[in-house]
């Protein structure tokens, strides 16, 4: 269980991280009187360092094991969250940003590929399920912790609070055990090994489905969720208070848990965990096309958008775990970046796609059909893969 500690815990960080300039923004403006260019600058250096940090790191990962960057890229990323604190102006705090979007790479990248070192091949989907949940609670938390601490003590608290929980992380997983041997490759790390590594993951038909999958996944989650909260506020349940929507997205990304609690058991029942996460897809597009008829209904965007995160985070667990049972041992830590960096792309390119869809289509009708059009396309392609088989644990 301590091992599934420091995973979950790993995985809680890359979330946190990833959310919390969101509601913090608003405060770090009125302070450091950012500009709305700079306050964009602010939001997209961590992504686009994190897309440089993930491709580079991957086979680094590989020769040298996934606790040891584990272990460094909390210690690194707790020094960069205080620095980020005491920045007094935006040069300095881009700069920060793109530094954690370098450094958290090494967490993110190397978490469920550990998953695979010190979990027996039967429960590997189960514990990632669990460790998935994170991503959820980090949501809430980062959300509900910026406006409150940031809004009645100051934007820096919760920045000192998430260092100290990667300084936590740093200690606690240097006393992982160590990677396996025969899980880290032996070969030098060299311009060749990039272009090698790549391509031969390209190349086979399993991953090459499993990213298409993945990045229309990615980008269909985005196109959805970037905007849903607005649209909620301003048009779906414009009539109810700021306390009805915020319990409405509470009990949503309750069902976010669930679905990242079931997809361990799904696991254990099924051969096909890639059929599966088909299915959810499919289920999910249906639930995203529905949204905009619900409008005005409190009980319709609670059931639709707690399906949603049902299905969203279903398929994020049952995806991750089953990943890495499609590569060797020692090509997991540059699959798992690799994935990141899809991750990355899919949440950037959804993200400008939802905003561009809400500004021709208030009614939040062509997000909702972008969003459903994506998970279906990334739904046929995880079911191509379906019925492979993995590579020995």
Not at 63 to 69: E, L, S, Y
Not at 171 to 198: D, E, I, Q
Not at 261 to 290: D, N
Not at 319 to 342: K, Y
Request: glycine share 12%; proline share 6%.
């Amino acid at each position: 269980m301590f091992v599934v500690g420091v995973l979950w815990t790993a995985f809680f960080l890359v979330n946190f991280n990833i959310a919390m300039m969101i509601p913090l923004l608003p405060f770090v403006r009125q302070a450091l009187g950012l500009s709305a260019e700079q306050s964009g600058w602010v939001l997209a250096a961590f992504p686009l360092a994190a897309l440089v940090g993930n491709l580079v790191l991957g086979p680094w990962i590989d020769r040298f094991g996934r606790k040891r960057f584990i272990v460094t890229g909390a210690a690194t990323c707790a020094g960069i969250f205080l620095l980020t604190a005491l920045a007094t102006g935006s040069t300095m705090l881009i700069l920060c940003r793109a530094a954690i979007g370098l450094c958290m790479p090494m967490i993110g990248a190397s978490t469920f590929a550990a998953i695979a070192d010190y979990i027996r091949a039967e429960d590997r989907a189960r514990i990632a399920g669990y460790v998935t949940t994170a991503a959820p609670i980090a949501f809430l938390l980062s959300m509900s912790l910026g406006v409150v601490l940031g809004g009645l003590f100051s934007w820096q608290v919760p920045l000192v609070l998430i260092a100290a929980v990667a300084a936590g992380l740093a200690l606690c997983a240097a006393r992982l055990p160590p990677t396996p041997p025969g899980a880290m490759s032996l070969a030098p790390v060299t311009g060749r090994t990039y272009s090698t590594r790549l391509l031969s993951l390209s190349m086979n038909a399993a991953t090459r489905s499993l990213f298409i999958g993945y990045v229309c996944w990615s980008a269909g989650i985005f196109v959805f969720l970037g905007l849903y909260p607005s649209w909620v506020v301003q048009r779906g349940l414009a009539g109810h208070g700021p306390g009805s929507i915020g319990g409405m997205l509470l009990l949503g990304e309750v069902g976010g848990l669930i679905g990242a609690l079931i997809a361990g058991r799904l696991a254990r029942l099924t051969t096909r965990p890639f059929g599966t996460c088909a299915l959810a897809a499919l289920a999910t597009a249906g639930l995203v096309l529905a949204v905009p008829f619900g409008e005005g209904s409190p009980l319709w965007q609670t059931l639709a958008y707690g399906g949603f995160a049902f299905g969203r985070d279903l398929m994020l667990a049952l995806t991750l775990g089953g990943a890495m049972l499609l590569v060797p041992a020692v090509q997991r830590g540059s699959l798992s970046a690799i994935l990141n960096a899809l991750y990355q792309t899919g949440a950037t390119a959804g993200l400008l796609a939802s905003a561009w869809l809400y500004r021709l289509e208030p009614d939040f009708m062509g997000n909702a059909a972008a969003a459903g059009v994506l998970l279906l396309l990334a739904g046929a392609s995880l079911w191509s893969i379906a019925p492979a088989r993995a590579e020995p644990p």
